[in-house]
C-alpha cells in the first residue's frame, strides 16, 4: 500500500490509532489534525489526558523503567548469545520475552530523541534474532527452540506498535527488515497457530482479536483482519452471568468445577484479555461491543482494593499473582483509561494501579510485591519489560483519552455490606473501614507438569483490608508451586502459605480447609454487622480427611465498624485423646498470617494480645486462647504470592468439641 494512502486512511479521533509518530508528536503537542493528515491550527480541542496527572505519572514510570532496562542490558558485542539482552536479577536465565522492551525503548528514542534508547531497541531486537527467534516465524518464550511459541502474539504487537507509531526513527532499511519480520511472524506461525480464539488459555485469542486487526493496518494485509473478525464473532462467549467476568483461564479453558463454576483469572483478565479486546473495539469504533466491554470493566473493578492493588487471591492462576496483577501480563492502563469516559471511577483504577506499580518500583525495576525490598528479594526483569509496554501505549494513546483522574472512588471504598459473585462462590465484604474476601472458588488450574495448585477456597478470609493500614490478610497457594518455572521465582526461606486457616499435622501429613472444594457459607447482615459461618473439613492436597482426628470444623467471620472476629470451632469429639499412636498428632491450630514489613515493631504484649505498628495505626490481635508467633530468622514469613512479608500468628484451638478459639483485629490511631 502506498504509504501516503496508507496515512490518509487512519482516522486519528478519540478511538483510532494515529497515522503516524510525527502526527502523534503534533497532537500531543496540542495542535490539531487536518482532513489531509497535517497539523492545523483548528478549534479542535486537545485531550483532556494531555498534561494530566496520568500522563506525567505513566510518563515517569517508562521513563525510570528503561532507563532501569538500560542499566542491566548486556554489552557484548563480540557474544551474540548475549549483547543486548536485558539481564535478570534474580533469574539464572535470560528471559526470551525481553525483546518486547524494544517498543518502549523505540517510543523513548523518538520522543526524547536520545540515541542510546534507539541503540537499546536495535540490541534488544538483535538478540532475539540470534537466540528465540524459529523457523516458523516465532519468538520462543524460552532460549530453547522446543519451548513454548504461543507468546509470540505479544512479541508481534510490540514489534507492530514500534513500527506503526516509531518506525521512522529506524533508518529505511531497518524498518523494511523489522516490517519484514513481522509479516513473517505473523503470516507464519500465528496465522498457522491462532486458527481459534479459545485454542489455549483465552488471554492468547483475546489479545489475538486486537493483534490480528493490528497486523492487518500495519502489514495491510486482509488475510489478517479477517483473522481478528473470526476472533471477534465469538468474543462474547466468554463472559459470566451476571457480572461479565472473563473466563477462560484453565485447562481445558471450557471445563466446570464440581460447583459449576468455569475458569476466571482476575490479574490475566484485566492486565491483558480486556486490553486486547478494548482496544480492538476502539479500533473498530464499536459503540454497541464497547458499552459491553465497560460493563465487563465494571464487574471486574468490583475487586481492585482501594490501594490499587488487584485482588487476585481466589483467580485460577493466582500462582502469578503480584498484588498489583500478574507476574508476566502487561498492565490495566490501557483498557481502563481509554474507557474512562463511560464510568470516570476507569480512571481513577488507571491511576491508583499505575502508583502502586510506583511505589513498588526500586532501581528502576518493578518488583513482584510490596515486600520484596523489606525482605530482599530480586525483582525479575519480567515485570518491568512487560508493563514498559503498557506506559508507552498509552503514551502514544494520550492523544486520544478522555478525562482521566482519580477523583471518583472505587467501587470498593464506596461498598457497603456483602455482594456474592455467585459465578465464582467468593463474596466481599464491606463493613465500616474494612474490606473482606472470602473464596470458596472450586476451580483448580492443572497442567501437564504440575498439579496440587490450590489458591485460597475452603470459605478463607482470601483478603482483609483496613482503610487506615491497608491490607492486613493476603492469601497465598496452600502450598507454593511454581507452574512455570523460568516465570516464577523459588521461595527465598519456608514455604509457608499465607491464607488465613485452621490445620492438624499427623506426621508429615498437612491437612487444612484450605483443601476443601465442598466448603458452605452463610452470611448474615443485620445493619451493625456481617456474619460468615463456613462448615468445612480438613484435607490434605489429595482430599483425603485425617484418620482418628477431628476433621469437621466451623469457621466464623464477624465484621464489625470497630473489629474483625476470626473464630474456629471443632463439631466432633477427639477419638485421638487417651489413645497411643507412633504418629505424631499435633492440635488444630488457627492461623492467622497478618501482613507486616519487617521495618514495622511487633510486640507481644500477653500471652493473648500481639500489637503490630503500622504507619497509619497499631494493629491490635486480641485472643480467648495462647497466641505463638511461629519462630523465623527475621520475624517474619514472605511468600512469593503476592510478594508480601507476614507475622505467623498462631492460636491453639482447644481439644474439646464445641470449644471455640477467638481472634479479633482492631485498629488503634495513632495519638
Known amino acids: 500500500m502506498d504509504r501516503r494512502v496508507f496515512i490518509n486512511t487512519m482516522a486519528l479521533g478519540g478511538v483510532g490509532i494515529s497515522a503516524t509518530a510525527s502526527l502523534l508528536s503534533l497532537a500531543r503537542s496540542g495542535m490539531a489534525i487536518g482532513s489531509e493528515g497535517h497539523a492545523s491550527e483548528s478549534t479542535t480541542p486537545k485531550s483532556p489526558a494531555v498534561g494530566s496527572e496520568f500522563d506525567k505519572l505513566t510518563k515517569s514510570l517508562l521513563v525510570d523503567w ?157 488475510e489478517y483482519t479477517d483473522r481478528s473478525e473470526q476472533f471477534a464473532n465469538r468474543l462474547r462467549e466468554f463472559f459470566t452471568h451476571p457480572n461479565k467476568l472473563l473466563w477462560g483461564e484453565g485447562k481445558p479453558n471450557n471445563k466446570r468445577s464440581g460447583r459449576g463454576l468455569l475458569p476466571v483469572d482476575l490479574g490475566y483478565n484485566v492486565e491483558e484479555s480486556l486490553n486486547g479486546v478494548v482496544m480492538y473495539a476502539l479500533e473498530k469504533d464499536d459503540r454497541d461491543l464497547l458499552e459491553f466491554l465497560a460493563q465487563s470493566l465494571e464487574g471486574h473493578l468490583e475487586f481492585m482494593l482501594p490501594d490499587g492493588a488487584w485482588d487476585n487471591s481466589w483467580g485460577t492462576r493466582s500462582q502469578k499473582w503480584s498484588y498489583w496483577g ?54 525479575c526483569m519480567h515485570h518491568t519489560f512487560a508493563h514498559a509496554k503498557v506506559m508507552a501505549l498509552v503514551q502514544d494513546r494520550m492523544h486520544a483519552m478522555p478525562k482521566v483522574e482519580s477523583t471518583t472512588p472505587l467501587p470498593r471504598v464506596s461498598a457497603e455490606g456483602v455482594k456474592h459473585f455467585r459465578e465464582l462462590d467468593v463474596w466481599l465484604v464491606a463493613k465500616g473501614p474494612w474490606r473482606g474476601t472470602v473464596s470458596a472458588y472450586d476451580f483448580i488450574y492443572k497442567t501437564k507438569s504440575a498439579d496440587h495448585m490450590q489458591q485460597p477456597t475452603g470459605g478463607s478470609l482470601a483478603v482483609l483490608y483496613h482503610d487506615q493500614v491497608g491490607t492486613l490478610l493476603a492469601g497465598s497457594m496452600a502450598r507454593y508451586i511454581m507452574v512455570e518455572p523460568l516465570n516464577m521465582q523459588p521461595q527465598p526461606d519456608e514455604d509457608f502459605s499465607l491464607t488465613t486457616r485452621i490445620e492438624t499435622h499427623v506426621g508429615e501429613a498437612w491437612y487444612t480447609n484450605l483443601y476443601d472444594l465442598k466448603a458452605t457459607v452463610q452470611v448474615t447482615e443485620d445493619g451493625e454487622r456481617v456474619g460468615i459461618n463456613v462448615a ?58 497478618l501482613i507486616s514489613a519487617s521495618t514495622e515493631p511487633v510486640r507481644q504484649v500477653s500471652d493473648f494480645r500481639i500489637e503490630i505498628d503500622k504507619p497509619g495505626g497499631t494493629v491490635v490481635i486480641q485472643s480467648n486462647v495462647p497466641l505463638s508467633i511461629k519462630d523465623t530468622k527475621t520475624g517474619r514469613v514472605f511468600n512469593m504470592v503476592p510478594g508480601a512479608e507476614a507475622v505467623p500468628i498462631i492460636a491453639h484451638l482447644p481439644r474439646q468439641s464445641g470449644s471455640r478459639a477467638e481472634c479479633s483485629i482492631s485498629v488503634k490511631s495513632f495519638l
Open 536 to 593: 468445612t473439613t480438613l484435607q490434605d492436597e489429595d482430599r483425603r480427611l485425617p484418620d482418628r482426628e477431628p476433621s469437621r470444623y466451623q469457621l466464623g467471620y464477624q465484621f464489625e465498624s470497630g473489629r474483625v472476629a476470626i473464630t474456629a470451632r471443632c463439631l466432633e469429639h477427639d477419638a485421638s485423646q487417651g489413645t497411643e499412636s507412633d504418629v505424631e498428632r499435633q492440635p488444630a491450630s488457627l492461623v492467622i498470617p
Open 66 to 222: 528503561c532507563d532501569g532496562m538500560i542499566r542491566r542490558q548486556i554489552n557484548q558485542p563480540d557474544n551474540p548469545a548475549l549483547h543486548g539482552a536485558l539481564e535478570c536479577p534474580a533469574c539464572s536465565h535470560i528471559h526470551g520475552r525481553c525483546s518486547d522492551a524494544l517498543y518502549p525503548f523505540l517510543h523513548l528514542a523518538h520522543v526524547t530523541e536520545d540515541p542510546k534508547y534507539l541503540d537499546a531497541a536495535i540490541n534488544v531486537y538483535d538478540w532475539a534474532e540470534h537466540n528465540v527467534s524459529q523457523p516458523d516465524g516465532s519468538w520462543t518464550n524460552d532460549i530453547n527452540p522446543k519451548a513454548w511459541r504461543g507468546t509470540t502474539i505479544f512479541g508481534a504487537i510490540a514489534l507492530a506498535e514500534a513500527l506503526h507509531y516509531h518506525g521512522e526513527v529506524l533508518d529505511q532499511e531497518r524498518r523494511d527488515a523489522w516490517t519484514q519480520r513481522l509479516d513473517e511472524a505473523v503470516g507464519g506461525y500465528l496465522y498457522r497457530d491462532f486458527k481459534k480464539i479459545d485454542f489455549t488459555n483465552l488471554n492468547y485469542g483475546m489479545t489475538g482479536v486486537y493483534g490480528f486487526n493490528l497486523f492487518g493496518r500495519v502489514l495491510g494485509k486482509q
Open 326 to 379: 500478574s507476574r508476566t501480563s502487561d498492565g490495566c492502563q490501557p483498557a481502563f483509561s481509554l474507557l474512562a469516559g463511560y464510568n470516570p471511577a476507569f480512571g481513577t483504577a488507571a491511576i491508583k494501579n499505575a502508583e502502586l506499580l510506583q511505589r513498588c518500583t526500586a532501581d528502576g525495576l518493578l518488583h513482584g510485591g510490596p515486600h520484596y525490598v523489606s525482605h530482599g528479594i530480586q525483582p
